[in-house]
């Protein structure tokens, strides 16, 4: 069974600093990854993901992943934190074909002047 | 091209009663997801229905039901409310199929259900 860990249910970050949102996940075939972001009162909008192509996978806002097979791991970066970003984060996994998204707990940005 | 639209987006009910919740696809796409979202329990999948056809299905009563119409509309179902059944309940939408092994999937606003 797949399964998602995103460590830190909170991250507070001063705008302009690195934002670094962490996501580990299990699988038993090799996964697709989606890292997605809610606003409040909205529906999920998908920032990346990772479909066997490129390890290193930019999404938009500025946001990329790094998929590590050894680690299990697709933490989500960006180099400097926009009071934009403050937002809830979740990491998702679907095994292939399968069309079942399964989701880490999130994360909720918080992004301070 | 419109996205996934969900109605209604807000929706009291009473325990005991039954609801049904609408999603509209974006136009072309097949496949539609249905998800619940609860502050304890997080994002879980309900099922997904391709070309008028449950494939898959999370582990969910069953009180939670669902289909798919020609269109590719979908309604999911609830009966017998209970308290817990309170949450977002958020479909997506995604083309499936074609050359691409996997098709990102387009969320809606989501449907706030209540249950008193």
């Known amino acids: 069974a797949q399964s998602v860990t995103q460590l830190g249910s909170h991250v507070s970050v001063s705008e302009g600093a690195l934002v670094l949102l962490r996501c580990n996940y299990s699988?038993?075939?090799?996964?697709?990854l989606f890292w997605y972001v809610q606003y409040p009162n909205q529906g999920l909008q998908l920032l990346l993901k990772?479909?066997?192509?490129?390890?290193l996978v930019k999404g938009i806002n500025g946001f990329e992943a790094e998929f590590k097979k050894s680690e299990t791991s697709f933490h989500l970066t960006k180099p400097s934190a926009h009071m934009s970003d403050a937002a809830e984060y979740f990491c998702?996994?679907?095994?292939?074909?399968?069309?079942?998204?399964?989701f880490g707990k999130g994360t909720l940005l918080t992004v301070n002047p | 091209k419109a996205g996934v639209t969900q109605t209604p987006r807000y929706l009291i009910k009473t325990r005991g009663q039954q609801v049904t919740l609408s999603c509209s696809p974006i136009?072309?796409?097949?496949?539609v997801s249905w998800y619940q979202q609860t502050p304890g329990q997080g994002l879980q999948f309900l099922f997904e229905?391709?070309?008028?056809?449950?494939?898959n299905k999370g582990n969910f009563p069953g009180r939670f039901s669902g289909r798919q119409f020609s269109n590719s509309r979908s309604e999911m179902n609830v009966s017998t409310l209970e308290l817990g059944d309170s949450a977002l309940y958020l479909c997506?939408?995604?083309?499936?199929?074609?050359?691409?092994?996997?098709?990102?999937?387009?969320f809606g606003p989501g449907t706030r259900l209540t249950v008193l």
């Open positions: 699988s038993s075939v090799p996964p697709y």
């Open positions: 997506a939408s995604s083309l499936a199929g074609g050359t691409n092994p996997y098709n990102e999937q387009f």
């Open positions: 998702a996994v679907s095994e292939s074909s399968n069309y079942k998204l399964t």
């Open positions: 136009s072309g796409h097949r496949s």
């Open positions: 990772y479909t066997s192509a490129a390890t």
């Open positions: 229905y391709f070309s008028e056809t449950q494939r």
